[in-house]
């Protein structure tokens, strides 16, 4: 019998390989997941369930594959039952094998498998994903994708006390703050001006319509004919300003006015817009087009287009309004950053930090050193212990090296392309360079470089720009689960590739005619044990007294850095741990401001205000060093709207509705921020024993800066819908002047600033975006739905939306029935909100599904 079973399933892996070689159909299997328990077993950790089943007509044998996926969790089995051994490769990045405890799947049989994974989980973005057989020999085999299962009971899946998901009851109560007295938004625009008055009357913008610059707002007087005509479908005739200009749109330059500020008056016969400078009529232009009601910017519309009259005077509150685009982790295309461009301009951001390489993938190609695109840009199928001349898959990326959120660079001519682009709309980029941490895709790229010229004899050229010491036995995990993603700066070779990285980089703006002020190196998240068992450490702390520990590694690192961008005209920026060294504090290090770098125009992103750094970008401003504020808690756009299983992101920060940008006080946020990342109340000790921001920190505080960390990001939509509708709230933080409610506790002005906030963005701001660029993706607010004495009602947190219900239980469409007003309570009620192009909401149901 164990003879008949084993030749049956030989001869089923033949089938299956046969099969494999011919094409790259999916797999049989098909795998779901569900969440079980949090806190299992008394610890930080999470319960779940595999089950993969057989969806084929044949059996399916129990031996002869592998099975790869991605989990951003480490994982271990429940018990030593389990029918598959579980092995970890690296970072994100594991395989099953079938062992003795399974057998055949025969047709329609599934097998279950209880993992236990270290740390909670909340959505389903927590899935296992990208699931592929490997049979051997190359032959790949992918499944579809994970079905994800919600938990069977909510209050098991509580991380603590009362963390219940935010349901159709909950949405209901939170919208109740947002709601308005139908607000009028005719004339109103965001980020909102600094004065802005409406007037009698309307100007009419016609065909041909006459436009007037002076020679200085050459550039951004032909951008607005283009855009009149790529938007409207508008002519215009170009001339030069002055006394006699009359009528049409006239950009004139007005010395007094500061860089960044502009003057915009209507009347019924001319539109005069006044800047002193290129980016101040430019911003000018952007609050043009958004007086324009979005109606216009319909493709079909035949209307005449209106202006109101009226007068803005306007300037920034910040210098530095930022958009961190993260495209090393899942890549997005030229096209698609220009599009963002395109956004971040009107609504007046100034700033791209463009993460253009991270442990899962280098984008931006390097002429001098090319292996960094041709290894360090391409993910697929992954063997440990081989010579891999690629990364391996991440994020559910699968095997294959033709995936393009996997696989893909800006070449040369691509990124200067980007900064042409950028530099007409008065956007700096700024490139970031991961180092020393977050350096997988580089020092895999020059593990390859090496191997190859060592195989050709050129042992020189081949350790030239090394990055990992070899021998290096060092034992660290970083916060992703990588092993060997930290460049060894005890080595000479890093410095020589980190300069000419920097020389290509510094050659692409000067061909683009764009300036370059500086360059980000990265500088967070390096673990514990890097480098303390690298033999190019050991051999340079007998050569430098100085140098004793591992932290000295740390200071001389950036302090190398520093001056090397120094002498190249550069200032340094970098996340916040580059302005902070560690220290013993009664027996246990601690991190503190370092003190050889303040006051030198260096330059930090502070993301961290949590879990005792609540107050760390005030010390840091405090010290010396320029501070972006960069809230994970506020401002990190990938962090999940709210609990809900079905909502997309992460939370590890917290999450992020639409509320909690708008609601930052730049200089004195924990007036208002008095919750952790749990929603636990912050203690009295971190509220009244933070340090406050001093005269000198205060100046120091150079901008604000949203980021969209790629890891859960799979497609264009998926980008623009984490971006908007929040990052609107986070230019209006950025751009427009303090609120009177920013100094004290003065609720009645906060939630008639947020309501008014809210009303512009249902009614204005969402209705263009559906009619710029191709159309924008946003995500349209969940219904929040109630019973009350027995009848349904139904709100949601932005106007300009319809709603549609179904009354069996099945998914709202665009033909279900319409919500108007309350309706009597039934079983299987489901809500759906929908915006005028048929885009939607997450469906909402009274009862848990």
């Not at 200071?555 to 220290?583: C, P, T």
Request: with cysteine; glycine share 8%.
């Amino acid at each position: 019998m164990k003879l008949r079973l084993l030749l049956i399933t030989c001869c089923l892996i033949g089938q299956f390989n046969n099969s494999k070689a011919q094409s790259q159909e999916e797999a049989p299997l098909a795998v779901s997941w569900q969440p079980l328990l949090n806190n299992y077993d008394g610890k930080e950790q999470a319960l779940s369930e595999l089950i993969i089943k057989n969806e084929g007509e044949k059996p399916f044998p129990w031996e002869g594959w592998k099975l790869y996926f991605n989990f951003i969790r480490l994982a271990e089995p429940v018990d030593s039952l389990q029918p598959l051994d579980v092995h970890h490769i690296n970072g994100d990045y594991f395989y099953f094998q079938p062992n003795r405890n399974g057998s055949v799947l025969m047709p329609g049989d599934s097998v279950k498998y209880t993992l236990i994974s270290k740390s909670w989980v909340v959505n389903y973005n927590d899935a296992p994903q990208g699931f592929y057989l490997d049979w051997g020999g190359g032959q790949m085999q992918p499944l579809k994708a994970v079905n994800t299962l919600l938990p069977p009971e909510e209050k098991p899946f509580y991380r603590v006390g009362g963390d219940a998901e935010m349901d159709a009851k909950k949405i209901y109560d939170k919208n109740l703050r947002y709601q308005n007295a139908a607000i009028n938004t005719s004339g109103m625009i965001l980020p909102t001006p600094v004065s802005s008055q409406l007037g009698k009357g309307n100007y009419v913008l016609r065909d041909d319509v006459a436009l007037y610059y002076d020679p200085v707002f050459r550039t951004e007087g032909e951008l607005l004919a283009s855009e009149l005509k790529e938007l409207f479908h508008l002519s215009s005739r170009t001339g030069s300003a002055g006394s006699k200009a009359k009528g049409g749109i006239q950009l004139v330059e007005d010395k007094s006015l500061a860089k960044e500020a502009y003057n915009l008056e209507i009347t019924k016969n001319e539109i005069r817009l006044s800047a002193s400078a290129g980016a101040g009529i430019f911003y000018a232009i952007q609050s043009l087009k958004l007086l324009i009601d979005p109606q216009f910017y319909h493709a079909k519309n035949v209307k005449p287009i209106t202006l109101p009259t009226g007068k803005i005077v306007d300037e920034p509150r910040f210098g530095s309004r930022s958009l961190m685009l993260d495209v090393a982790r899942n890549f997005q295309s030229k096209e698609q950053i220009i599009k963002m461009l395109d956004l971040m301009a009107l609504y007046k951001l100034n700033t791209l930090h463009f993460h253009l390489n991270d442990d899962e993938g280098w984008r931006l190609e390097i002429p001098s050193i090319p292996e960094l695109t041709e290894i360090g840009a391409r993910r697929g199928h992954w063997e440990n212990g081989k010579d891999n001349d690629w990364l391996p898959p991440s994020y559910g990326s699968g095997p294959f090296l033709d995936n393009p959120r996997a696989s893909g660079y800006y070449s040369k001519d691509d990124f200067i392309e980007i900064l042409k682009y950028a530099q007409k709309r008065h956007i700096q980029v700024i490139p970031e360079v991961e180092t020393p941490g977050h350096a997988r895709a580089a020092i895999q790229a020059m593990n390859v470089r090496y191997r190859r010229l060592v195989a050709q004899g050129d042992h020189a050229g081949a350790v030239k720009y090394l990055l990992q010491s070899p021998g290096d036995s060092s034992v660290y995990r970083s916060v992703q689960k990588w092993n060997d993603n930290v460049m060894d700066v005890s080595l000479p070779s890093v410095y020589t590739f980190l300069e000419q990285v920097t020389d290509d980089i510094v050659a692409m703006y000067q061909e683009a005619g764009v300036s370059l002020e500086t360059i980000h190196f990265g500088g967070d998240e390096v673990p514990n044990g890097v480098w303390e068992h690298s033999p190019a450490f050991a051999k340079f702390k007998k050569e430098d007294s100085s140098i004793k520990e591992t932290n000295d590694l740390w200071i001389r690192h950036f302090d190398i850095l520093y001056n090397m961008l120094a002498k190249r005209g550069l200032h340094l920026s970098g996340w916040e741990e580059v302005g902070m060294q560690k220290v013993m504090v009664d027996g246990k290090k601690k991190w503190i401001p370092f003190e050889g770098l303040q006051d030198s125009g260096v330059y930090l992103n502070v993301w961290n205000n949590l879990g005792g750094n609540e107050d760390l970008a005030y010390r840091l401003a405090n010290a010396g060093y320029k501070v972006k504020l960069s809230f994970v808690s506020n401002f990190y756009l990938d962090m999940a709207y709210y609990k809900s299983f079905r909502e997309q992101g992460f939370y590890w920060g917290g999450f992020i509705d639409l509320e909690k940008p708008f609601s930052f006080i730049p200089y004195d946020y924990l007036l208002n921020q008095q919750e952790d990342w749990l929603g636990r109340p912050l203690s009295a000790k971190i509220l009244t024993g933070a340090e406050k921001l001093s005269p000198k920190g205060r100046e120091n505080i150079v901008g604000l800066q949203a980021l969209l960390w790629s890891e859960t990001i799979k497609s264009e939509t998926q980008m623009e819908q984490m971006l908007f509708p929040r990052l609107l709230a986070f230019c209006e933080r950025a751009w427009a002047a303090p609120g009177k409610w920013e100094e004290g506790a003065d609720s009645t002005e906060y939630q008639k600033s947020l309501k008014h906030f809210f009303a512009v963005v249902g009614q204005r701001e969402l209705q263009r975006l559906s009619y710029l660029h191709g159309g924008v993706s946003y995500r349209i607010p969940t219904p929040g739905v109630k019973v009350l004495q027995n009848q349904v009602h139904v709100n949601m947190e932005l106007p300009g939306f319809d709603v549609r219900y179904t009354e069996d239980g099945a998914i709202p469409t665009v033909t279900s029935a319409l919500y108007k007003g309350p309706i009597v309570y039934k079983k299987g009620l489901v809500f759906r909100a929908f915006n005028s192009e048929g885009d939607s909401s997450l469906p909402v149901s009274l009862d848990r599904n």
